[in-house]
T-cell receptor
């Protein structure tokens, strides 16, 4: 069984740029969620994708957007990067429907905005 | 939405000691998970425990849903137990999202 993978591991961007982060879900999982974890805090929910549709969104502005592909992998896109976007970005996968609360996380992408 | 409070925020133990970490919730508990975040940032699933008690080796967890709290017990702690422990509650407010507590930062000294 393949776990959740994310790429890249680390990334440095300049304020105002755009970034794309990628996630491959655990085999058999069709739901992907994205979280932002600032230093010293717990992860914050960004949004979730289920069967290629956005299934819910946290309190993040529209410049945070995402996609899910037919193989259930996912992308997180952030436009017009701000310094406060510097964080660890975590992807989690889960089974769909009523079983989707138990989520399994990837190793994360650490984004630094300068 | 639901609020999740974890205590203590920081904990330093000598190797071999036991500890109890607590999670309090502002609303009913239905889908609780405990995680360990290692120094590299990886969140590792420890327990999915919406109610009752579960044990896995030196770790065990108890959730009392009616009283809105959960406890994580670590016995005979080892240096590899160091890291941050999070509890999170799953809800359907905006998709099937997890709401995390602020974490308990554990350091186990040899």
């Amino acid at each position: 069984e393949t776990g959740v993978t994310q790429s890249p591991t680390h990334l440095i961007k300049t304020r105002g740029q755009q970034v794309t982060l990628r996630c491959s879900s655990q085999s058999g999982h069709n739901t992907v969620s994205w979280y932002q974890q600032a230093l010293g805090q717990g992860p914050q929910f960004i949004f979730q994708y289920y069967r290629e549709e956005e299934n819910g969104r946290g309190n993040f502005p529209p410049r945070f957007s995402g996609l899910q592909f037919p193989n259930y992998s996912s992308e997180l896109n952030v436009n017009a990067l701000e310094l406060d976007d510097s964080a660890l970005y975590l992807c989690a996968s889960s089974l769909g429907g009523a079983l989707s609360y138990e989520q399994y996380f990837g190793p994360g992408t650490r984004l630094t905005v300068t | 939405g639901i609020q999740v409070e974890q205590s203590p925020p920081d904990l330093i133990l000598q190797e071999g000691a036991n500890s109890t970490l607590r999670c309090n919730f502002s609303d009913s508990v239905n889908n609780l998970q405990w995680f360990h975040q290692n120094p590299w940032g990886q969140l590792i699933n420890l327990f999915y425990i919406p109610s009752g008690t579960k044990q896995n080796g030196r770790l065990s967890a108890t959730t009392v849903a009616t009283e809105r709290y959960s406890l994580l017990y670590i016995s005979s702690s080892q240096t590899t137990d160091s890291g941050v422990y999070f509890c999170a509650e799953g809800s359907n407010n905006a998709g099937n999202m997890l709401t995390f507590g602020g974490g308990t930062r554990l350091m186990v000294k040899p």
